[in-house]
């Protein structure tokens, strides 16, 4: 084969793979992206408030650490020594498009006891006070809306004492504490119980639905 024969090939061999390729996405053409949104709480041990949030459509990631108070970056040493100001808290990534803030939050009251401003359960101090993070001004909304119809509805005597204060820094903690409750199941359980936490659960909501 004469060598301009070979060239001209071999130029065309060298095309085929690009013109077989498809054209780029452009922004007119990509699939819109997920808009994801954030809700924080406080609920007390934040190992304990990560499961029930975990196993709900439309929440894409739950994570552990802290939040509100002054110190940055701390730790669980000293957030639990309670002078840092922060609580322990759970930000939830979540899918408005699947799941409502409205449903996070009744998700949230069901799993503390919104009549203790000091701690929650066996825990106490203001690193476990429960707090709702807000935000957005629609998220304080909602918030102050559901806080309202548990007063009035009051299933249980006690006034109630959660707070709803704008989201801060969420510093998230150590990953040892990142779902503790299915890296260390027996741990968990054994502290869940002993702190007593499903007993008031229960006598406050009455039983799990």
Known sequence: MPKTARASLALFFLAVPLLAQPPAPTAETAAPARKLAKATFAGGCFWCMEPPFESLPGVVSVTAGYTGGRKEDPTYKEVSAGWTGHVEAVQVLYDPSRISFERLLDVY????????????????????????????????????????????????????????????????AEEYHQHYHSKNPIRYAYYRRGCGRDARLKELWGAPK
């Open 109 to 172: 009251w069901h799993n503390i006891d919104p009549t203790d401003g000091t701690g929650q359960f066996c825990d106490h101090g203001s690193q476990y006070r429960p707090v709702i993070f807000v935000h957005d001004e629609e998220q304080r909304r909602l918030a102050e809306a559901s806080k309202a119809a548990l007063e009035k509805s009051r299933p249980f005597p006690g006034p109630i004492v959660v707070e709803i204060v704008p989201a801060a820094t969420f510093w998230p």
